[in-house]
């Protein structure tokens, strides 16, 4: 797999100062192979945008198209670590492995969203 190259093109580049970060539409040009990998994505992007921790690259989203070759999805590229902790998705940190997952029963999630449909409306007492 490795031996077959991919080309990476990007467009739709916009610098998104509010939440600090550069988004775009990222083309994957790949004949002769099913997909790429979305960290072999992350590192031609860092290479191509000389970014130094591809953690803060976030890509998601990939469709192949019809007939394959070519795979179009979306790349967040963040100023720094931290902003990306700040403003990306907490799943989409899950599955970089920067946060961990909260595991919980159904029963538990049903059971505090009950507790919350109680107390809704009801003023607290400051005791």
């Not at 916009?14 to 790429?36: E, F, I, K, S, Y």
Request: hydrophobic share 30%; charged share 35%.
């Amino acid at each position: 797999m490795a031996d077959k190259s991919c080309t990476i093109r990007t467009r739709k580049f916009m610098t998104n100062r509010l939440l600090a970060r550069r988004q775009c539409v990222v083309d994957v040009l790949h004949p002769g192979r099913a997909n790429v990998s979305k960290s072999e994505i992350k590192d031609k992007l860092a290479s191509m945008y000389n970014v130094r921790d591809p953690n803060q690259i976030f890509v998601f989203g990939f469709r192949t198209n019809f007939g394959g070759g070519k795979s179009t999805g979306f790349g967040l590229i963040y100023d720094d670590v931290k902003s990306a902790e700040k403003f990306e998705p907490k799943y989409r940190l899950v599955r970089q492995g920067m946060a961990k997952k909260v595991e919980r029963s159904r029963k538990q999630l049903k059971e505090k969203k009950n507790r919350t449909r109680k107390i809704r409306g009801i003023k607290k007492n400051k005791n």
